[in-house]
Antibody, heavy 118, light 109 residues
C-alpha cells in the first residue's frame, strides 16, 4: 500500500525557517518524481515545488523561489522541503504528492499545517 | 501563466447528473486530471488523462476534454459525492507550470 506521511509543520514567526518531511512507503520511491502542493485555509490547491527521481532537477513556483528548497534522500525514502524567510502568506497545509508521469498526482499525503504568525 | 477557471459551486439532487467545467485556453490540447477533496482530507485522484479512472473510483465518474473546456461528469450523484473538485494540468510550455483550477464545491441537495 502506497503511503506518504508528512511531518514537520507547526507555528513559526515571520522570517523563520521550517523543514518539512514526507516519508514514503509501499513503492519504489527512487523511481518517481515528487511534488509539494499547498492549500491556504479556505483556499484552493497551489503547486509549490517538484523534484525528479534522482534529485538532479528541481523546479519552484515563483512565490517561493529563492526561499524554499526541495530535496530527497532515496536511501531513506524521504522527501523534504526546507522553507526559509517564511511569510504570513506561506500559511497553509502542505501536501506531498507522487507524480507517476508528466505532472499529475496519483497519491497524496495527509498534509501538515504550517502557520506563520507572530 | 496558464489559468484554469471553474464555477465556484454546483448543486445537484441525489440521483441526478453533475457536470463540472474547467475552462482554459486550448485546454483540449493538454491532459486534464481531476481531484476530489472532502473537508479536512487530502485530495483524491478521480480522473486522469482526461477520462481515465483510477482503480476504486466508481464508473459514475467520467471526464471529457475538447476545445477550451474540460468536463467532469458525476452520474447518479450520491450524498457522498459532496466535496470540492479541482481540475489540473501540466502546461509544458514552462517547467514550473503545474496548474490547478479554482475549484468547484459540489453540493448534494
Amino acid at each position: 500500500e502506497v503511503q506518504l506521511v508528512e511531518s514537520g509543520g507547526g507555528l513559526v514567526q515571520p522570517g523563520g525557517s521550517l523543514r518539512l518531511s514526507c516519508a514514503a512507503s509501499g513503492f519504489t520511491f527512487s523511481s518517481y518524481w515528487m511534488h509539494w502542493v499547498r492549500q491556504a485555509p479556505g483556499k484552493g490547491l497551489v503547486w509549490v515545488s517538484r523534484i525528479n527521481s534522482d534529485g538532479s532537477s528541481t523546479s519552484y513556483a515563483d512565490s517561493v523561489k529563492g526561499r524554499f528548497t526541495i530535496s530527497r534522500d532515496n536511501a531513506k525514502n524521504t522527501l523534504y522541503l526546507q522553507m526559509n524567510s517564511l511569510r504570513a502568506e506561506d500559511t497553509a497545509v502542505y501536501y506531498c504528492a507522487r507524480d507517476p508521469s508528466s505532472g499529475w498526482y496519483d497519491y497524496w499525503g495527509q498534509g501538515t499545517l504550517v502557520t506563520v504568525s507572530s | 501563466s496558464y489559468v484554469l477557471t471553474q464555477p465556484p459551486s454546483v448543486s445537484v439532487a441525489p440521483g441526478k447528473t453533475a457536470r463540472i467545467t474547467c475552462g482554459g485556453n486550448n485546454i483540449g490540447s493538454k491532459s486534464v486530471h481531476w481531484y476530489q477533496q472532502k473537508p479536512g482530507q487530502a485530495p483524491v485522484l478521480v480522473i486522469y488523462y482526461d477520462s481515465d479512472r483510477p482503480s476504486g473510483i466508481p464508473e459514475r465518474f467520467s471526464g471529457s476534454n475538447s476545445g477550451n473546456t474540460a468536463t467532469l461528469t458525476i452520474s447518479r450523484v450520491e450524498a457522498g459525492d459532496e466535496a470540492d473538485y479541482y481540475c489540473q494540468v501540466w502546461d509544458s510550455s514552462s517547467d514550473h507550470n503545474y496548474v490547478f483550477g479554482t475549484g468547484t464545491k459540489v453540493t448534494v441537495l
